[in-house]
Nanobody, 119 residues
Framework: QVQLVESGGGLVQAGGSLRLSCAAS????????MAWYRQAPGNQRELVAS???????NYADSVKGRFTISRDNAKNTVYLQMNSLKPEDTAVYYC?????????????WGQGTQVTVSS
């Protein structure tokens, strides 16, 4: 019923750029927080960037100055512009949205998209 479809991942050389997109659809009401996480082999899933419904953003220290998160509420879409990519950015990237239900806040995840940065 609720689908998060990610796109934009791929292979890029160090110093290059990629733009990830995640579009939400289905039986969902208002969306509060939107975020991007990533998980590299052997590592825990970590928060990369988040954006609230008021536009306030937060970034992991490792990506500050290089990544930019944005959202288009009319399209229920969150983006992650990634510049100056480094090999250590290689991971599977997952989008996440949080939306209120009648009783609680529900969390939804995208399927993940692979980002590989060659050195």
């Amino acid at each position: 019923q609720v689908q998060l479809v990610e796109s934009g991942g791929g292979l890029v050389q160090a110093g290059g750029s990629l733009r990830l997109s995640c579009a939400a659809s289905g039986s969902i009401n208002s969306i509060r927080d939107m975020a991007w996480y990533r998980q590299a082999p052997g590592n825990q899933r970590e928060l990369v960037a988040s954006i609230t419904n008021t536009g306030s953003t937060n970034y992991a220290d490792s990506v500050k100055g290089r990544f930019t998160i944005s959202r288009d509420n009319a399209k229920n879409t969150v983006y992650l512009q990634m510049n100056s990519l480094k090999p250590e950015d290689t991971a599977v990237y997952y989008c996440n949205i949080k939306a209120p239900s009648t009783l609680t806040i529900r969390s939804y995840w995208g399927q993940g998209t692979q980002v590989t940065v060659s050195s």
